[in-house]
């Protein structure tokens, strides 16, 4: 199978992922600030993730350029964030509005949990997240799921489990014509923050 996983990362969680993905695959995985040369449709699959950042997912131009470019390629995407997997209705809320229908329907999506370091943050992502630090505050005393959020991101975590890549393998395995899935997979739940 020829693929490839395009991937952006600040702090070193979705890389992680992709670098998973693309061990798993038997591929290359390139940062999306050097991937303005990868022809996406020289390849059976083309893997993309990126972060949620500030209600966004970084990387999602190169996403949208590339599919335009090469309109019959096939995509698959994931998004890492720091929100917990179970709070599905954020998750599902982020999805949808970085993987809009229907100009994604037929790109098969996954919410991977990554994690929060705030010391590998660049100056101006400090600066952003002491102000969402201070709006959390106040939406903790009423609020226990940002009360939750904000103890853990004041810590730091990381939630990486190499384990929740396995249905993003089994999708791309499937959509290059391959048998066979990867491990047990785990919940491919979309959502958002962080990595």
């Known amino acids: 199978m020829s693929a490839i996983v395009v991937y952006a990362s600040q702090t070193g969680f979705t890389r992680r992922y992709a670098e998973w993905i693309a061990e798993e695959l038997g591929c290359d995985a390139v940062p999306v600030e050097q991937a303005d040369g990868v022809d ?14 500030a209600g966004g997912l970084v990387g999602m131009k190169w996403l949208k350029r590339a ?3 090469h309109p ?12 917990p ?3 599905t209705d954020m998750v599902d809320e982020a ?9 994604f329907d037929g790109v098969p999506r996954f919410y991977l949990r990554g994690g929060f370091a705030y ?6 992502n400090k600066l952003a997240m002491k102000l969402f630090f201070k709006m959390q505050e106040k ?7 940002a009360a939750e959020m904000l103890e853990g991101m004041r810590g730091g975590f990381d939630a990486t489990d190499r384990a929740a890549v396995a249905p993003v393998i089994e999708r791309v395995r499937e959509l290059a014509g391959e048998d066979g899935a990867v491990g047990s997979p785990t919940a491919s739940v979309p959502g958002p923050d962080a990595s």
Not at 40 to 53: I, K, Q, T
Not at 72 to 83: D, E, H, L, S
Not at 139 to 145: F, L, N, S, V, W
């Open 40 to 53: 996406a449709g020289a390849f059976e699959v083309v893997v993309f993730g990126g972060w949620f950042h």
């Open 67 to 69: 599919r335009e470019a």
């Open 72 to 83: 019959g390629a096939r995509f698959v995407a994931f998004a890492v964030g720091a929100t």
């Open 85 to 87: 997997t179970e709070w």
């Open 95 to 103: 999805m949808g509005r970085e993987f809009p229908s229907p100009e």
């Open 119 to 124: 010391e590998r943050l660049s100056m101006p």
């Open 139 to 145: 939406q903790a005393a009423t609020d226990p799921r």
